[in-house]
């Protein structure tokens, strides 16, 4: 069995299309109709203050969350109806979902290897975890590691199958300065030498602004701005992410149009 | 399904198998982990064998009934345990997800839904193997009761328990995953609300009549008639048995129904993605 490689509407399938995408919790609109679609091998950060619709915009792409109306599609299929078709496709890494606390580095390691169907699974915990800086760490117990060391291995098990999409929900939070811009230059190393797709959701301009080759701004819901990093700041004639964030963040209630 | 050179083809009975083997393995290693877990398993079963063994030890003392039934309350606590320990074994392997937030990881993962339920299947198992086995040697140590005795008739007394105990795993699984640990102590209790229903000590007929077609509509109480049958008059009654089990047909088809509704309603409402109460 193969995974489609066009559409249904014969158009060919980009890693990552969504179409008029919105999601309502009773009487709270979380995600507005929302259209986008990823260019493979892209880093697209979603940016919003909080309750914009960023965690949820991610849990559509990752089928976790079945949207009221419109559609999510990953590699072509429809994350609400047939998202195994590509999950052993993609992966993702966030610091608010933890890894069994009385297992060791590797059998955590091990046992997603093995949802994930990694071949030679011994060999590749070994690796991912050198690469990582995890060896030293592999028979301690997850529950044991610090806050660092446990986003590296976060990161490990999001790597251990070689996604082709990674979706990364404030990959650095609670990281020291050193250990976040470690991760950062290992985030970017693996998207380019596999010419990964990644969808990152962070409060950290500054990441952004290095990891980012375009960013989708939500504010309640809905698409507020979607251009690269360099166009949003140039646009508002500041000179960082984070003044420009600040910038549309407070700008006036009434401003529904949004003018620098 | 194609999968790159570093993943296993996704789809057929290999790959189904590999994802199961992770999950189990992965209880598995919590239950190595912890002694107090592995003691708790077996304490609860212990206390039970005891308590209902002195007291038929007593009973058979005073009243002749008690004597001609040896084995009576101690086969009944027994397989009560079968059907409670499995139920919580399936419950509380779900629960652990919960506990290590880490339900977010598997159901982002290709692990499908049945995958899921058939690795509680197999960690119910052997959790039942790691208490039971234990408390039914101890049992034939004190009170020369021994389980293995009842031969192909506990196949079958054992067989209709655990499937009843994952049909209930399957329904407090589902809540959970619909209402969050909020409903966890649903997960604790569900099974106890069988126990004056499904007649464990004492025959169908000690019921009001209007409580009994209820009884009668629950496998367990099959099952404890049959061992009633065995016990007091030295027959295994398949028919018993064979009513038991189309019963439980029913109730594992609606259990597994009810997990795909709840976890169907639990992406609907967001609820796997907040994990909490």
Known sequence: MHEPMFQEDGHAALPVQVQALRKVYSDVVAVDDIDFGLRKGSITALLGGNGAGKTTTISMLMGLVIPTSGTAR???????????????????ESPYVDAPM?????????????????????????????ELRLADLLDRRYG??????????SLAKALVNDPELLLLDEPTASLDPDTADWVRTKLEQYCRTRAATVVLASHNMAEVERLADRVIMLEKGRIIADETPQELIKRFGRTTLEEAFLAIARRGANDAELQP | MSAGPRLREQTGPAASAGRIWGMVLRYWYVIRSSWPRTAELIYWPLVQMLTWGFLQTYLAQVTSLAGHAAGLFIGGVLLWDILVRGQLGFAVAFLEEFWSRNLGHLMMSPLRPAELVAALILVSLIKLAVAMVPVALMAYLFFSFNLLSLGVAFAALFANLTIMSWSMGLVSAGVVLRWGLGAESFAWLVAFVLLPLCCVYYPVTTLPSWLQPVALALPPTYVFEGLRAIVLDGTFDVQLMAKAFVLNLAYFAMGAAAF??????????????????
């Open chain 1, 74 to 92: 990953v590699f072509g299929a429809n994350m609400a109806r047939e998202r195994h078709k590509v999950l052993h496709r993609m992966n993702f």
């Open chain 1, 102 to 130: 009385r297992l060791t580095v590797r059998q955590n390691l091990e046992v997603f290897g093995r949802l994930y169907g990694v071949r030679n699974l011994r060999r590749r915990v070994v690796e991912i975890a050198t």
């Open chain 1, 144 to 153: 044991k590691l610090s806050a660092g060391q446990k986003t590296r291995v």
């Open chain 2, 260 to 277: 795909a509704f709840f976890l169907h309603r639990a992406r609907v409402h967001g609820s796997l993605v907040q994990m909490g109460e």
